[in-house]
């Protein structure tokens, strides 16, 4: 009854909501253009037709789409028909640049995930009949959930993840997230710890099958771009720090932490180290520009050059800046290449930190602020490894950066070892799910 009365306030609130989300869409396309473009797709009406029979897997942004690429080129190379729904440009983009031939021929297609309201589930199940639905990582929407189920569609949270804070949050008062999500066929799940918390909230068709980002392909074209241009234009520093995808609020944290490294080095006789800085957000480029030059801090960017620019037998620093600034979008293997230890962003905000497998599987150590709530998993377990840590205060950070780099290679190797292979479990686990529908819709025949 409570999920009943919820339903239909949530349908309700639909109305008011949606002229709210349009503006926020329109507004978001003012530094994205993309955003607004395509806008009937929103509401599941399409120009071309979709595949049909498809496997349908939505990857709201950037991070998901990389982190299924693995999977669909596995799903694509036995044949099988692809449709994936993003939210983000970011997300459609790499979709499109991943797949650009496949989509070209029609055996995959990429649009905007249809606003969560029923009529335009139905509008988007009707065109494309997808087979089954993967939902990356955490995302549960009611409308996705329940047109799929009335459809007959299974619908499975994919390389999915429930963290302890989500669990002891989502436990309190009416529980209606956990509600939802019961109704969902199932659960892919990153690790056994994850497992375990969805058990507790009464679903039973939960399946272990790892972290699909350990299987990501990585960009061969980067590492050789940041290969080129570290034998021309790094060769000078004896380290590189990377900060990867900080974020608004850590801005001046990290221009602080920069500042104190590098007079601490100086203090201590040695070479200061060489920062590369790459915000999360394309918005923040020009603003951290400008805020390196109210710090006094030199810099370059990353949109000064040219790819090729590279590739050139000569230096292309007429000076010593500190700071390599990477304002560019969908490189961000290119610049985790060139660093020696990577801090990732967005441990010094509630939010928490964001991904540390890229990094890790270049053979990079990973350090991070305190808030470490969305990747728990492989965190906690990469801590243990000693390949990963946590500070809980910027001057903790300082002290480890400026501390001598350890050689642990081996541990990392051993450490990616140990978790890859998530999508061979997770294409095992569609197909076992695609039989299990098979059966059950030919007993209801």
Same mark, same amino acid.
């Given at each position: 009854?409570?999920?009943?009365?919820?339903?239909?306030?949530?349908?309700?609130?639909? @109305?008011?909501?949606?002229? =709210?989300?349009?503006?926020?869409?329109?507004?978001?396309?003012?530094?994205?253009?993309?955003?607004?473009?395509?806008?009937?797709?929103?509401?599941?009406?399409?120009?071309?037709?979709?595949?049909?029979?498809?496997?349908? =897997?939505?990857?709201?942004?950037?991070?998901?789409?990389?982190?299924?690429?693995?999977l669909i080129t596995r799903l694509l190379s036995r044949g099988d028909?692809?449709?994936?729904?993003?939210?983000?440009?970011?997300?459609?983009?790499?979709?499109?640049?991943?797949?650009?031939?496949? $989509?070209?021929?029609? /055996?995959?297609?990429?649009?905007?995930?249809?606003?969560?309201?029923?009529?335009?589930?139905?509008?988007?199940?009707?065109? &494309? !009949?997808?087979? $089954?639905?993967?939902?990356?990582?955490?995302?549960?929407?009611?409308?996705?959930?329940?047109?799929?189920?009335?459809?007959? @569609?299974?619908?499975?949270? &994919?390389?999915?993840?429930?963290?302890?804070?989500?669990?002891?949050?989502?436990? !309190?008062?009416?529980?209606?997230?956990?509600?939802?999500?019961?109704?969902?066929?199932?659960?892919?799940?990153?690790?056994?710890?994850?497992?375990?918390?969805?058990?507790?909230?009464?679903?039973?068709?939960?399946?272990?099958?790892?972290?699909?980002?350990?299987?990501?392909?990585?960009?061969?074209?980067?590492?050789?771009?940041?290969? /080129?241009?570290?034998?021309?234009?790094?060769?000078?520093?004896?380290?590189?720090?990377?900060?990867?995808?900080?974020?608004?609020?850590?801005?001046?944290?990290?221009?602080?932490?920069?500042?104190? @490294?590098?007079?601490?080095?100086?203090?201590?006789?040695?070479?200061?180290?060489?920062?590369?800085?790459?915000?999360?957000?394309?918005?923040?480029?020009?603003?951290?520009?400008?805020?390196?030059?109210?710090?006094?801090?030199?810099?370059?960017?990353?949109?000064?050059?040219?790819?090729?620019?590279?590739?050139?037998?000569?230096?292309?620093?007429?000076s010593s800046p500190a700071i390599f600034l990477g304002d560019s979008?969908?490189?961000?293997?290119?610049?985790?290449?060139?660093?020696?230890?990577?801090?990732?962003?967005?441990?010094?905000?509630?939010?928490?930190?964001?991904?540390?497998?890229?990094?890790?599987?270049?053979?990079?150590?990973?350090?991070?602020?305190?808030?470490?709530?969305?990747?728990?998993?492989?965190?906690?377990?990469?801590?243990?490894?000693?390949?990963?840590?946590?500070?809980?205060?910027?001057?903790?950070?300082?002290?480890?950066?400026?501390?001598?780099?350890?050689?642990?290679?081996? /541990?990392?190797?051993?450490?990616?070892?140990?978790?890859?292979?998530?999508?061979?479990?997770?294409?095992?686990?569609?197909?076992?799910?695609?039989?299990?529908?098979?059966?059950?819709?030919?007993?209801?025949?």
């Amino acid at each position: 009854m409570i999920l009943k009365i919820f339903l239909l306030l949530y349908r309700v609130a639909w @109305v008011f909501l949606l002229p =709210l989300y349009i503006a926020y869409i329109m507004w978001r396309s003012r530094r994205d253009p993309l955003y607004s473009q395509y806008i009937s797709e929103r509401f599941a009406i399409y120009k071309k037709p979709m595949p049909k029979d498809a496997i349908w =897997l939505h990857a709201v942004s950037l991070g998901e789409t990389r982190s299924a690429s693995a999977l669909i080129t596995r799903l694509l190379s036995r044949g099988d028909k692809i449709i994936v729904t993003n939210f983000t440009p970011t997300g459609r983009r790499a979709a499109e640049q991943l797949f650009a031939p496949e $989509i070209a021929s029609g /055996q995959m297609a990429v649009v905007w995930v249809p606003f969560d309201m029923m009529w335009t589930y139905n509008r988007f199940l009707r065109a &494309c !009949r997808p087979r $089954i639905g993967l939902t990356l990582e955490v995302e549960v929407w009611p409308s996705m959930v329940f047109a799929t189920k009335y459809a007959g @569609v299974p619908l499975y949270m &994919c390389n999915g993840q429930y963290a302890s804070q989500s669990l002891a949050r989502d436990s !309190r008062g009416l529980r209606l997230r956990q509600r939802v999500m019961r109704e969902m066929t199932g659960i892919f799940v990153k690790s056994s710890s994850h497992a375990e918390r969805f058990f507790q909230i009464g679903l039973s068709n939960v399946t272990v099958t790892g972290e699909l980002r350990f299987d990501q392909s990585i960009p061969q074209d980067q590492i050789d771009m940041a290969a /080129q241009f570290q034998k021309t234009s790094l060769g000078a520093w004896q380290e590189v720090i990377v900060i990867a995808s900080g974020v608004e609020s850590e801005e001046d944290l990290y221009i602080n932490l920069i500042q104190k @490294v590098r007079a601490t080095a100086k203090l201590e006789g040695r070479q200061p180290p060489f920062f590369v800085y790459v915000p999360r957000a394309p918005e923040r480029f020009s603003i951290l520009a400008n805020k390196f030059t109210i710090a006094g801090i030199e810099y370059i960017r990353r949109s000064q050059y040219t790819s090729s620019d590279f590739y050139l037998d000569q230096p292309l620093f007429s000076s010593s800046p500190a700071i390599f600034l990477g304002d560019s979008l969908g490189e961000m293997f290119f610049y985790l290449s060139l660093s020696d230890r990577v801090v990732v962003g967005g441990g010094f905000t509630p939010r928490g930190a964001h991904n540390i497998i890229e990094p890790l599987t270049l053979g990079k150590p990973v350090l991070t602020g305190p808030f470490i709530r969305p990747i728990e998993y492989p965190f906690v377990e990469a801590e243990a490894a000693g390949i990963a840590t946590k500070v809980e205060y910027i001057e903790e950070l300082v002290v480890a950066l400026s501390a001598p780099l350890k050689a642990i290679e081996l /541990q990392i190797e051993a450490f990616l070892k140990a978790h890859s292979g998530a999508d061979i479990r997770t294409l095992l686990a569609i197909d076992i799910a695609l039989r299990e529908a098979t059966k059950s819709k030919s007993k209801i025949i």
